[in-house]
């Protein structure tokens, strides 16, 4: 088994004192590893490929709450706006009204947090501060609800730039919480940063590779 189960108790022993969601990061990981996680007692999951969701959401119990982490093309949003439980990583007003018009058809209102662009790599997508703080016409958008921001910190060994650049966005979260409406999750922090994460003031952590190890990717 691929699994991790002691991975798995020992970020939990971390997170749980301090009321952390762990979301899983099954993306790329057969069914069979999922459900080993899922019988040990884990029911957020993260996957970052639409089809690749969907067609594990077919196959494995319902009462796993799914989590769309990666990069989220408007026409993909039909797909997985049925049963998606929490979409990270909505870096465009554009995008916030196709899932609102797709969670409209489903008659559901979907969870929302807003990717914030932190991190030095340019890769990285989401909001920058300003616009952040400047956007506008939420309150048209009934059928979702944002709960909350994420974002990525520098793939670096430079433990000072990842916390600097958490602060940040914990600054920011703090600042759209004053200045539009509460927010509940702080999603920051990934196998290998999580910890400073956690202590700048994260809510929720999306861990792979210690539970899971290294990623597999068809040949």
């Known amino acids: 088994m691929a699994v991790n189960i ?18 899983a990061v099954s993306k790329t990981k057969p069914a069979e590893d999922i459900l080993a996680l899922y019988e040990a007692g884990q029911r957020d999951f993260g996957e970052n490929y639409v ?3 969907v067609d594990k959401q077919a196959i494995l ?23 998606v439980h929490l ?15 797709q969670a409209a058809k489903q008659n559901r209102i979907i969870d929302c947090l807003l990717q914030v662009h932190i991190a030095s790599e340019e890769t990285k997508f989401g909001f920058d501060e300003q616009e952040l ?6 309150e048209a958008l009934s059928n979702i609800h944002i709960v909350g921001l994420m974002g990525m910190a520098s ?17 920011m979260f703090d ?3 004053a200045q539009y409406f509460p927010l509940t999750i702080l999603s920051m922090g990934m196998s290998a940063d999580y910890p400073i994460a956690i202590e700048e003031g994260s ?17």
């Open 203 to 219: 809510t929720m952590v999306r861990i792979g590779s210690l539970l899971f190890g290294a990623r597999e990717y068809p040949v």
């Open 133 to 138: 703080l400047s956007i506008q016409g939420l």
């Open 61 to 83: 119990p319902a009462a796993i709450r799914w989590h769309f982490i990666g990069h989220l093309q408007r026409n993909k949003v039909k797909y997985i706006a049925g049963f």
């Open 51 to 53: 089809q690749e969701l």
């Open 87 to 101: 979409i990270h990583g909505v870096d465009s007003f554009s995008l916030l009204k196709e899932i609102n018009k």
């Open 155 to 171: 793939f670096t060994e430079d433990k000072e730039k990842v916390r600097i650049e958490f602060n940040a966005l914990k600054t």
């Open 175 to 177: 600042l759209f919480s």
């Open 6 to 23: 002691n991975a798995f108790h020992k970020v939990l022993s971390e997170l749980e004192p301090k009321q952390v969601t762990l979301v």
